[in-house]
T-cell receptor, first 108, second 116 residues
């Protein structure tokens, strides 16, 4: 069974700061998902990546398959980035196994 | 852009009552999922569904739970006799089925269920 760990659990930042959220998993995977959960509860898929790096606007996700580790970076953070960020990995049957999430608060 | 929809957004029910949570997956998707998130906890898998049958279910998905795709569009989760511990946010998700583990799952906005 794949164990998914995230750090930190909580993160506060001032607007403009560079944010890093980390995710590690115990069993090799084909791809890793980064998700954003809004304060209202809805979940949005941010990235799915299987190698290297992906960038979307101010968000950058990286993955090191050998080390079983991924990071999500937010450049020039903004209060609207405040949310819970979750990494998830597919099991061998394709259901997603979720990390505990990182609660990010960005203050003006 | 196509999206997964869920109804109702909120449901309050008495313990022992039956509830049906409804989802409309994206139209060309073939794989469907229900997940739930108890307040303050991580999202956990309940059940996956493909080709009109359950592909996999978790330990949580006991005899009180059932899923159905009654027509070509709706995907429902029924809890026959709700318990206090069923209070959670329930998410439906779907994917096309063309990418296996390397494929995005699209989530609905969730139904917040409160059992009193």
């Amino acid at each position: 069974k794949n164990e998914v760990e995230q750090s930190p659990q909580n993160l506060t930042a001032q607007e403009g700061e560079f944010i890093t959220i980390n995710c590690s998993y115990s069993v090799g995977i084909s791809a890793l998902h980064w998700l954003q959960q809004h304060p209202g509860g809805g979940i949005v898929s941010l990235f799915m990546l299987s190698s290297g790096k992906k960038k979307h606007g101010r968000l950058i996700a990286t993955i090191n398959i050998q080390e079983k580790h991924s990071s999500l970076h937010i450049t020039a953070s903004h209060p609207r980035d405040s949310a819970v960020y979750i990494c998830a990995v597919p099991s061998n049957t394709d259901k997603l196994i979720f990390g505990t999430g990182t609660r990010l608060q960005v203050f003006p | 852009e196509p999206e997964v929809t869920q109804t109702p957004s909120h449901q309050v029910t008495q313990m022992g009552q039956e509830v049906i949570l409804r989802c409309v997956p994206i139209s060309n998707h073939l794989y469907f999922y229900w997940y739930r998130q108890i307040l303050g906890q991580k999202v956990e898998f309940l059940v996956s569904f493909y080709n009109n049958e359950i592909s996999e279910k978790s330990e949580i998905f006991d005899d009180q739970f059932s899923v159905e795709r009654p027509d070509g569009s709706n995907f429902t989760l029924k809890i026959r006799s709700t318990k206090l511990e069923d209070s959670a946010m329930y998410f439906c998700a779907s994917r096309t089925g063309q990418g296996g583990g390397q494929e995005t799952q699209y989530f609905g906005p969730g139904t917040r269920l409160l059992v009193l």
